[in-house]
């Protein structure tokens, strides 16, 4: 998931908004689809996608790095 490190890249100070949630899922079930070989005309959910590819969801990465930032910061 090289891709999703690119993306994530300096997000731990991101004021995330719920619009920019939604575009980092459509984005990530895009590139999970792409790589199953699977298109919009499948019609195949997207857990099932996320299942096969056996990768956690973006915003659960997020929240991972932003506590991890925060405990960074708490130290200090």
């Known amino acids: ?3 999703r490190s690119a993306i994530l890249y300096g997000e731990e100070c991101w004021p995330v908004k719920n619009s920019h949630v939604q575009k980092l899922r459509v984005a990530e079930m895009r590139m999970s689809g792409w790589m199953c ?3 919009m005309r499948d019609r ?3 857990e099932v996608i996320l299942n096969k590819v056996g990768v956690t969801s973006m ?3 997020m929240r991972e790095v932003k506590l991890g930032w925060f405990e960074h910061v708490k130290r200090r």
Request: hydrophobic letters at 40%; a positive charge; zero cysteines.
């Open 37 to 39: 070989g699977y298109t």
């Open 59 to 61: 915003m659960d990465k």
């Open 44 to 46: 195949i959910r997207n």
């Open 1 to 3: 998931m090289v891709v």
